[in-house]
T-cell receptor, first 113, second 114 residues
Framework: GENVEQHPSTLSVQEGDSAVIKCTYS??????FPWYKQELGKGPQLIID?????GEKKDQRIAVTLNKTAKHFSLHITETQPEDSAVYFC????????????FGTGTRLQVTL | DTEVTQTPKHLVMGMTNKKSLKCEQH?????MYWYKQKAKKPPELMFV???????INESVPSRFSPECPNSSLLNLHLHALQPEDSALYLC?????????????FGAGTRLSVL
């Protein structure tokens, strides 16, 4: 089955700096890569996703890049703010009969003032 | 409205109790999911329902019994649980169960088994 590795496990940045989280996946058949943000006491919320026919996608301060040859994808957050502090999960979805997401191990991002 | 509502928010139960978790969505989604999340771990898929039919069971022990009475409602019936089953149980829904469908998560039910 699919295996998703995520690094780093914790990341501390100062407000205004950029943050980068990286994921690698194992199944070359995976073609959908969402990123979820989970705040304390809440369920994961989708913040951005990318599909295999696109190399990069941007939404305001958040961007995701995908390298299918190397089987890795990254989340970039620019101009970080305290409210960006949360746990971020990458995920990959291989082809199949259902949306079977395999999540990475998570990155705890802390944005300090 | 992209809301998935889970009740209760917290649940404490003994190992001999029977309880149920409830999940509701009114987005017209036809796929619903149960995940289990242990502390500081990612969500792990348990069950997938597609058009009210169970399509995936990730080898979950029979003490967890899912039910989808209609397209808006998903239940998880719990019986004879073990302390190691204590976790956050998340429900999600998506328009269909096809690949590339965005999954929307509820806030979860935090379960403690004593």
């Amino acid at each position: 089955g699919e295996n998703v590795e995520q690094h780093p496990s914790t990341l501390s940045v100062q407000e205004g700096d950029s943050a980068v989280i990286k994921c690698t996946y194992s199944d070359s058949a995976s073609n959908y890569f969402p990123w979820y943000k989970q705040e304390l006491g809440k369920g994961p919320q989708l913040i951005i996703d990318i599909r295999s026919n696109v190399g990069e996608k941007k939404d305001q301060r958040i961007a995701v890049t995908l390298n299918k040859t190397a089987k890795h994808f990254s989340l970039h957050i620019t101009e970080t703010q305290p409210e960006d502090s949360a746990v971020y999960f990458c995920a990959a979805s291989p082809t199949g009969t259902a949306s079977k997401l395999t999540f990475g191990t998570g990155t705890r991002l802390q944005v300090t003032l | 409205d992209t809301e998935v509502t889970q009740t209760p928010k917290h649940l404490v139960m003994g190992m001999t109790n029977k309880k149920s978790l409830k999940c509701e969505q009114h987005m017209g989604h036809r796929a619903m999911y149960w995940y289990k999340q242990k502390a500081k771990k990612p969500p792990e898929l348990m069950f997938v329902y597609s058009y009210e039919k169970l399509s995936i069971n990730e080898s979950v022990p029979s003490r967890f019994s899912p039910e989808c009475p209609n397209s808006s409602l998903l239940n998880l019936h719990l019986h004879a649980l073990q302390p190691e089953d204590s976790a956050l149980y998340l429900c999600a829904s998506s328009p269909t169960a096809g690949v590339k469908n965005i999954q929307y998560f509820g806030a979860g039910t935090r379960l403690s088994v004593l």
